[in-house]
């Protein structure tokens, strides 16, 4: 099968729609699929043996944390030149909408992709919360003639449901269970995670740093318990903002981390606090379970899909501090701590990239059948 990704975001970028997109075009590849990507030119022209076609990007003043691909008469051209079985449209939201245009002018199946809750990230930014209509309208044009759109869980696809988007299907979720295990716990990772306090309980936040992530909401836990650090790993817009209000805390900030040094900084903590409510999954979720670590959350429709209270992890109630000491309490349990961290890694192990992969092959094909058919229906 030919393939062509058009995404918003791609290497060198580090991010879960990248981890999703590289394992899945790792398994492509080894399946002998041909597979072309379309994505903001950051310097990547070739992922093993995968042609990778950049767009000029453009930085904005207020985000210059990133670079973003703009909409491009390029992506019909480049398309109509590789005729693809499938285009695969990432996010269409700058971008990729090309290609979601580019399928319909030259009658290619189409899927769509739905990985960025931007609606719920308005929230959070209070001069642009009333376009949030207007958000949801322009979602709904991008993905309304997919024949296609794939989610990344129960609660996303039922949201999206209500909006008007039709014919969703959920993306299973996957993850690295070899690189992401509990051998890598590190002695001198504990350490230097633990700001050299290796009587603290620690607990490791692992993303990137922007106002959407929530994490400020952990002040009032380190303010409420100097028995605990947390090392929070990882860069972002809002990371000098973040370093500003943790100082004094026992916070260490450490920037990126790849390859066997993240593998040691997801397996080196005694849990992962996940704060955000805003995410469409949250793949450092089933990440920092491979790697043997409990996870303590904000309760939101699609972290509940991954934690079960009390068996793989601790859910609280979100921006209620009280109920957030009640779950980092399980802390104190060394038995019941021990059992999550075991359920943690059991869970994942239920969920190899090969086997998402071949789900998204799958889909792939469900498209082409329905657009061979004209089968719009949801």
């Known amino acids: 099968m030919k393939i062509a990704i058009v995404t918003e975001t791609f290497l060198p970028s580090t991010d879960g729609i990248v981890t999703r997109l590289t394992k899945a075009i790792d398994y492509f590849m080894r399946e002998g699929h041909e597979v072309l990507v379309i994505a903001p030119d950051l310097g990547v022209h070739d992922y093993k043996g995968a042609r990778v076609v950049g767009i000029k990007p453009v930085t904005f003043p207020f985000y210059r944390y990133r670079k973003w691909g703009f909409p491009s008469r390029r992506v019909y051209h480049i398309l109509k030149d590789f005729e693809p079985d499938v285009v695969h449209a990432v996010n269409p939201v700058l971008l990729a909408t090309s290609a979601v245009r580019a399928a319909q002018k030259l009658n290619i199946p189409l899927v769509s992709s739905y990985h960025t809750h931007l609606p719920k990230y308005l929230d959070y930014y209070t001069v642009y919360k009333p376009a949030k209509p207007l958000l949801w309208w322009y979602i709904r044009r991008n993905h309304k003639n997919a ?22 299907d959920i993306i299973p979720r996957g993850v690295d269970v070899i690189n992401r295990h509990p051998g890598f716990r590190d002695s001198e990772m504990r350490d230097r995670l633990g700001g050299g306090k290796p009587e603290n309980k620690l607990l490791v936040f692992i993303g990137r740093l922007a106002v959407e992530k929530e994490i400020h909401k952990l002040l009032p836990l380190l303010d409420a318990r100097e028995d605990i650090s947390l090392a929070i790993v990882g860069d972002g817009p809002a990371r000098n903002e973040i370093e500003k209000k943790f100082e004094g805390t ?68 979100n921006e209620d501090l009280k109920s957030m000491i009640r779950a980092v309490e399980v802390l104190e349990d060394e038995e019941k701590l021990a059992a999550m961290k075991q359920n943690s890694r059991r869970e994942a192990m239920g969920y190899a990239w090969d086997k998402t992969s071949q789900r ?3 889909f792939y094909m469900d498209a082409r059948d329905r657009h061979s058919t004209g089968d719009k229906k949801a």
């Open 147 to 168: 024949d296609l759109n794939l989610v990344t869980s129960q609660a996303i696809r039922d949201e999206l449901d209500a909006e008007g988007i039709k014919r969703l």
């Open 250 to 317: 026992n916070t260490v900030f450490t920037g990126f981390m790849h390859g066997e040094e993240l593998s040691k900084a997801f397996a080196s903590g005694d849990a992962f606090i996940f704060p955000s409510v805003s995410e469409t999954l949250g793949l450092v979720i089933l990440e920092s379970m491979a790697s043997g670590l409990p996870v303590i959350a904000a309760k939101s429709g699609p972290t509940n899909e991954q934690v079960t209270d009390g068996v793989n992890g601790m859910l609280f109630e």
């Open 360 to 362: 998204l092959i799958d």
